[in-house]
């Protein structure tokens, strides 16, 4: 619903938008897509569909698999599981206060749903003092030691997931052309080699309009 009162002109009109009350509505971005675009921001959905999209493909793709099967094989345990570790986002656009965390948490979710690694929380992105702290509880009377986290018992990662976002600009006239990069690459920790790599770009075209961009 908006209330509005008429105002003439160019400047009245900008006004007038501005000053509009509007009524919102809430929705899942997981399952609506509003096309929105921004040039200096990355939307939520951007960033889901990227995350979706590079983790199933992590997940067939031939070189992890083959990886997969020959490290449950040097583990000797058909239930080997590898431990990943997810670097924070580099952000490498024009926008230094780009939201990158949203990007990392979501490629968090993906990996654990997909259920083929286990994201550790001892290193990369995720690491927390929560978990160091907790074994300086051995010298705590209060604390029951047999619940106590023993020292050497944390699991070092195997594989490091490290994502990145690039932005490129280009303008043609009353025209822009806006793309996004996101580039992915795991490798493993052990040989330093990359066994996967993903990249994926979404852009869309903005036309420059009467009172510019």
Do not use: H
């Not at 009524?23 to 509003?34: F, G, L, Q």
């Amino acid at each position: 619903m908006r209330k509005c009162t008429f105002l003439g002109g160019v400047a009245a009109a900008a006004a007038l938008w501005s000053g509009c009350s509007t009524t919102t509505t809430i929705y899942d971005p997981a399952s609506v897509k509003t096309g929105i675009r921004q040039d200096r921001a990355v939307s939520s959905e951007e960033y889901r569909e990227v995350a979706a999209v590079a983790v199933k493909g992590a997940m067939t793709n031939v070189k992890f698999n083959t990886f997969l099967r020959q490290y449950k094989q040097e583990m000797n345990d058909a239930d080997a599981i590898p431990v990943l570790k997810l670097d924070r986002v580099i952000n490498d656009t024009d926008d230094p206060d780009l939201n990158v965390s949203e990007l990392t948490d979501m490629l968090n979710e993906e990996l654990l749903n997909a259920g083929k690694v286990d994201v550790t929380m001892a290193e990369g992105a995720g690491r927390t003092g929560a978990i160091a702290a907790s074994r300086e509880l051995e010298n705590d009377d209060n604390f029951d030691q047999r619940t106590v986290a023993k020292r050497g018992t944390l699991q070092a990662a195997r594989l490091v997931l490290r994502p990145k976002v690039i932005s490129n600009t280009v303008l043609d006239g009353s025209k822009k052309a806006v793309v996004r990069t996101f580039v992915m690459e795991m490798a493993d920790i052990k040989t330093g080699r990359i066994i996967w790599k993903f990249t994926k770009q979404l852009g869309y075209m903005k036309e420059r309009g009467t009172f510019g961009w």
